[in-house]
């Protein structure tokens, strides 16, 4: 009887275009979002939380890479229905707003925070799942949303530790690029597919530079890589126009504005969207956010498909050093834009819209970079066993220093060797450890070892500078508490 093949063991790795967050990213995430939020409440923004799955109906077929199989998104089909996991947070807040626009205030001011999926090619820096802070204004027509929602953003910016001058936050208004489009003769139904190549070359002009778009304007495009890229099949004519748009920023907002006029010399829409960006700057300057923060910038386009009006994008406009030692721009950190079309689609009935939403790890790993927060997170204090015993004591040790808001934890491993609870306590970050055998406990007294202080003077103290300094205190069980805290205070 021939043996059962024995089952290969699974392979212990990340998914590709997966990662996975440790300790201090979660930690430090948590703190940025919260000081995020914290600016989106002041402003008069509700929390909201939706699902994680949508139907692919509800989520529509908006994402920049239309040509990839299931149109970008992780779906499946259950029963009759196709559904997904959600690309963004706007489509799902879409939903909600349709659903429930009987019980919400008009205008609706949320915000949300959360991950988001996106079956795309991975590459570096380039994650299936990531996470997204949101906020939208649902019901508003008025440009003083989205001028708001900039101002707002700049707040958020700033709150995190990304310092004035070291920003920018770039506008602009898809309906100046359409009167563009209008103009270059991609007006009408039949050029759908042309103008969202357009929009999505545009949008790349920061990474591929006017070259590279020119080319995705015409024939088409072909990476480092080899992969190819269909182009826009724009005429030298008309690819002239659309690159004239892109190069319209000139010295001052109002010089940019004009230019942007002239650009758009006979075309409704395009005149329209240019009065938008003008009161737009306006509403800002009254507010005092000049152009030292915020800018009209028209190369700024944003490549999902339902924006309708105004779109903004912050970037960072620091050096940082890749991973081969060259300085770099670090570039976007948060986009949005006018989208009054979005709801209409569950309604009939147009609702206006607007909102901005920050990629969390790039702003994250920007804070980092420039060590603007700290990239190590400290762990809790280790109550060490030296009797097995004595758990009972250990563990009222624990719950006396976590009554008094300190983190801390016993030592759960086979405490045999003593040295191995030192190294698990240095693998945790942790600042302190507390030592108590047999004879600390006849004594009534605890041994605290601070551990920091301990490591540095290892590393660099001579003898005369241990003696004077030492990194292990003797003191009374009832000060055990007083003394861990004076500890900690210290090393902060």
Not at 238 to 245: E, K, L, R, S, T
Not at 429 to 447: H, K
Not at 484 to 491: E, F, M, P, W, Y
Request: aromatic share 8%; with cysteine.
């Amino acid at each position: 009887m021939a043996k059962d093949k024995k089952q290969p063991r699974p392979k212990a790795v990340t998914p590709k275009g997966f990662q996975d967050y440790f300790g201090a990213d979660v930690t430090e995430r948590a703190a940025m979002l919260g000081k995020i939020a914290a600016v989106y409440h002041r402003y008069g923004f509700d929390a909201l939380e939706t699902s994680a799955v949508e139907t692919v109906e509800a989520l529509g077929k908006f994402l920049p890479d239309v040509d990839r199989p299931n149109e970008g998104v992780f779906a499946w089909q259950e029963d009759s229905d196709w559904l997904a996991l959600r690309y963004d947070l706007t489509a799902p807040l879409a939903r909600v707003a349709a659903q429930y626009r009987n019980d919400l205030p008009s205008p609706y001011r949320r915000y949300a925070m959360g991950p988001v999926w996106r079956n795309e090619k991975p590459g570096p820096g380039r994650f299936r799942q990531f996470y997204q802070c949101d906020a939208d204004t649902v019901g508003a027509a008025s440009v003083a949303a989205d001028a708001e929602i900039c101002a707002m953003l700049a707040d958020c910016l700033e709150e995190v530790g990304i310092a004035r001058g070291d920003y920018v936050i770039r506008v602009n208004n898809r309906k100046v690029l359409n009167g563009v489009l209008e103009v270059a003769g991609l007006s009408g139904d039949d050029k759908e597919a042309e103008r969202g190549i357009v929009l999505r070359a545009i949008d790349k002009l920061d990474r591929l530079g006017v070259d590279g778009v020119r080319a995705l304007l015409g024939a088409g495009r072909k990476d480092e890589s080899g992969d190819f890229t269909k182009g826009a099949g724009l005429s030298e004519a008309q690819a002239d126009v659309v690159i004239g748009f892109t190069e319209a920023k000139r010295d001052s907002g109002a010089a940019t504005v004009a230019r942007l006029a002239e650009l758009v010399t006979g075309s409704p829409i395009g005149v329209a969207g240019v009065a938008e960006l003008e009161e737009i700057a306006d509403l800002l300057a009254a507010q005092g956010y000049g152009p030292d923060r915020i800018i009209i910038d028209p190369s700024v386009v944003r490549g999902l498909g339902y924006y309708t009006g105004p779109v903004y994008e912050a970037e960072l406009t620091f050096e940082v050093t890749d991973e081969k030692g060259r300085p770099r721009n670090f570039g976007s950190v948060a986009g949005g834009g006018r989208y009054d079309d979005l709801v209409k689609r569950f309604t009939g009935q147009e609702v206006p819209a607007t909102g901005v939403s920050i990629g969390v790890d790039r702003l994250l790993a920007a804070l980092r970079a420039t060590r603007r927060i700290e990239s190590k997170a400290t762990g809790p204090v280790i109550v060490t066993v030296m009797d097995r015993d004595r758990m009972a004591d250990y563990q009222t040790m624990v719950a006396e220093l976590r009554n008094a808001g300190i983190r801390a934890e016993v030592y759960l491993g086979n405490p045999k060797n003593f040295g191995n609870q030192l190294k698990y306590a240095d693998k945790r970050a942790s600042p302190v450890a507390i030592i108590a055998g047999g004879d600390e406990f006849d004594q009534g007294i605890v041994q605290i070892k601070d551990l920091i202080l301990g490591a540095q003077i290892a590393q660099n103290a001579t003898l005369e500078e241990w003696k004077d300094r030492p990194s292990q205190y003797a003191v009374p069980r009832d000060q055990m508490v007083a003394k861990v805290r004076a500890i900690l205070d210290g090393q902060s």
